[in-house]
């Protein structure tokens, strides 16, 4: 299976702040990598796809980029919306595998 | 406006058989492949099944194959997951989600979730 990290659990910014998360593949998955957000109380929501598509809806401060084994979701001048819990999924190949989650906390 | 809505969930004993289902609106149900996703209890996301349009093939991890049926109806605009054998691992928040278009395999919508508790 492949292993999708994210090497920060939390992190912690301000508004207006920018930040990335990274996401490592065990193996090379081309461009096949999603980003999620997920808010209490909400559904989960698809930002990015195909490593630096973003999906209908996503404020274009969101981006992503990234292929092989190393994806980065940077946020330019956080909003307070933003806040919340960010994970990543390869869909390469099935099993379809997510990385663990990084919490995006306000400083 | 897509919408998922799941039901089904509670709290059922080990060994024994849940159905959850899935009610899909705002799109056309039977032009996209669906999904089920889990999230134990301060655990990470897990796929759990996958189904094509026509319901003629589905896909699951090892975890739960043998064990899980993915399943829709078209007419109905719904999907179904029925889980036999459960054990407490399959302790989790269970979501119905959709597959993204030509075959790309994120999921671009997902419900609200239900929840399942196996346990004695």
């Known amino acids: 299976d492949v292993q999708m990290t994210q090497s920060l659990s939390y992190l912690a910014a301000s508004p207006g702040e920018s930040v990335s998360i990274s996401c490592k593949a065990s193996?090379?998955?081309?461009?096949?990598l999603a980003w999620y957000q997920q808010k209490p109380g909400e559904a989960y929501k698809l930002l990015i796809y195909s490593g630096s598509t973003l999906q209908s809806g996503t404020p274009s401060r969101f981006s992503g980029s990234g292929s092989g084994t190393d994806f980065t979701l940077t946020i330019r001048s956080l909003e307070p919306e933003d806040f919340g819990l960010y994970y990543c999924?390869?869909?390469?190949?099935?099993?379809?595998?997510f990385g663990a989650g990084t919490k995006l906390e306000l400083k | 406006e897509v919408q998922l809505v799941e039901s089904g969930g509670g709290l059922v004993q080990p060994g024994r058989s849940l159905k959850l289902s899935c009610a899909a609106s705002g799109f056309t149900f039977s032009n996209y492949y669906m999904a089920w996703v889990r999230q134990a209890p301060k655990k990470g996301l897990e796929w759990v099944a996958t189904i094509s349009t026509s319901g003629s093939r589905t896909y699951y991890p090892d975890s739960v194959k043998g064990r899980f049926t993915i399943s829709r109806d078209n007419a109905k605009s719904s999907l179904y997951l029925q889980m036999n054998s459960l054990k407490s691992e399959d302790t989790a928040t269970y979501y119905c989600?959709?597959?993204?278009?030509?075959?790309?395999?994120?999921?671009?919508?997902w419900g609200q979730g239900v929840m399942v508790t196996v346990s004695s």
């Open positions: 193996k090379s998955i081309s461009n096949y």
């Open positions: 989600a959709r597959h993204g278009t030509n075959w790309q395999y994120y999921f671009d919508y």
């Open positions: 999924q390869q869909y390469y190949e099935k099993p379809y595998t």
